[in-house]
């Protein structure tokens, strides 16, 4: 889903139903400013790739606001383990081609 700060109430109810979500800007920043949101009782647990967040309502919409401005990503979590319980992490990048047909342009994996 992809939203702007004008749909907070938007992303609060995707968070609700999905309780897991990562929330990514979108304009290309190759993976950083990634947030991974979890929300557990009436905290949302954020972690920006460095620190683990837990903000209350009030502290996780001033984040939101935070965005204001800007547009982002939001999907739900979906945990990738090897068989060895390894996260690991795959990306496809796409674009459209000659024929404006989506093409795979890369594929990398962490």
């Given at each position: 889903m992809l939203i702007?700060?004008?749909h907070e109430g938007k992303a609060l109810?995707?968070?609700e139903e999905h309780e897991q979500v990562?929330?990514?800007?979108?304009n290309r920043t190759l993976?950083?400013?990634i947030l991974y949101v979890q929300?557990?009782?009436d905290l949302y647990e954020v972690y920006d790739q460095t620190y683990l967040h837990r903000l209350n309502a009030v502290e996780f919409s001033g984040l939101l606001?935070?965005?204001e401005a800007h547009r982002f990503v939001i999907q739900?979590?979906?945990a990738s383990l090897t068989q060895e319980g390894i996260p690991f992490?795959?990306?496809?990048h796409l674009m459209k081609d000659g024929a404006g047909q989506w093409a795979i342009a890369g594929i990398g994996t962490l």
């Open positions: 702007g700060w004008e109810a995707f968070i990562m929330m990514k800007p979108d993976g950083k400013q929300r557990k009782d606001e935070s965005f739900k979590y979906t992490h795959v990306r496809v």
